[in-house]
T-cell receptor, first 112, second 115 residues
Framework: AQSVTQLDSHVSVSEGTPVLLRCNYS??????LFWYVQHPNKGLQLLLK??????LVKGINGFEAEFKKSETSFHLTKPSAHMSDAAEYFC??????????FGAGTRLFVKA | GAVVSQHPSRVICKSGTSVKIECRSL??????MFWYRQFPKQSLMLMAT?????????EQGVEKDKFLINHASLTLSTLTVTSAHPEDSSFYIC???????????FGPGTRLTVT
């Protein structure tokens, strides 16, 4: 069975400081991992994905994530937060069975 | 990139009525579409997997007679909420899986409010 755990329900940072959103996964097979962002009352936007190529994945808007198999982690980072980054972020896993399973989400707050 | 649309974006209906939500893949064919439900401040929960030309596969706890899914073509899947109740009020999001190379794309969601 596959599952995703987002370790923080909410994260608060100051504008211009680094962002770290944590995600751990459980999967019996080699997973594909995703990070999505959702702004209020909007659909999902794909930030980045890992599909067994390079372990450091670069996405849109300056975000990146590193796949660490030994730690079963796929944490999302950004060097410098912007006010427009405030949103809900979802980590998701797919092990080729077509189903994508989502974590509970992390709300990112960015303070001026 | 591939685009998935949903219609309507918002709908308000009265208790006991039925409402249909459409999910379309605009520029690609999708043999598989997925329906998710998202309650306020919660994550997306997979409701069912819809395969073109066959019956949908529902997740445990999802009533198939209440949430009717039809995937009649490679670009259209519909979700009908029958005999809607206020507790069915939610954000419904569909996604479509491209035949090749197998990427999955999400629609913008439909906000359903049952009064």
């Amino acid at each position: 069975a596959q599952s995703v755990t987002q370790l923080d329900s909410h994260v608060s940072v100051s504008e211009g400081t680094p962002v770290l959103l944590r995600c751990n996964y459980s999967s019996s097979y080699s997973p594909s991992l995703f990070w999505y962002v959702q702004h209020p009352n909007k659909g999902l936007q794909l930030l980045l994905k890992y599909t067994s190529a390079a372990t450091l994945v670069k996405g849109i808007n300056g975000f990146e994530a590193e796949f660490k198999k030994s730690e079963t982690s796929f944490h999302l980072t950004k060097p410098s937060a912007h006010m427009s980054d405030a949103a809900e972020y979802f980590c998701a896993v797919n092990t080729g069975g077509f189903k994508t399973i989502f974590g509970a989400g992390t709300r990112l707050f960015v303070k001026a | 990139g591939a685009v998935v649309s949903q219609h309507p974006s918002r709908v308000i209906c009265k208790s006991g009525t039925s409402v249909k939500i459409e999910c379309r893949s605009l520029d690609f064919q999708a043999t598989t579409m997925f329906w998710y439900r998202q309650f306020p401040k919660q994550s997306l929960m997979l409701m069912a997997t819809s395969n073109e030309g066959s019956k949908a596969t529902y997740e445990q706890g999802v009533e198939k007679d209440k949430f009717l899914i039809n995937h009649a073509s490679l670009t259209l899947s519909t979700l009908t909420v029958t005999s809607a109740h206020p507790e069915d009020s939610s954000f419904y999001i569909c996604s479509a899986r491209q035949v090749t190379p197998g990427e999955q794309y999400f629609g913008p969601g439909t906000r359903l409010t049952v009064t």
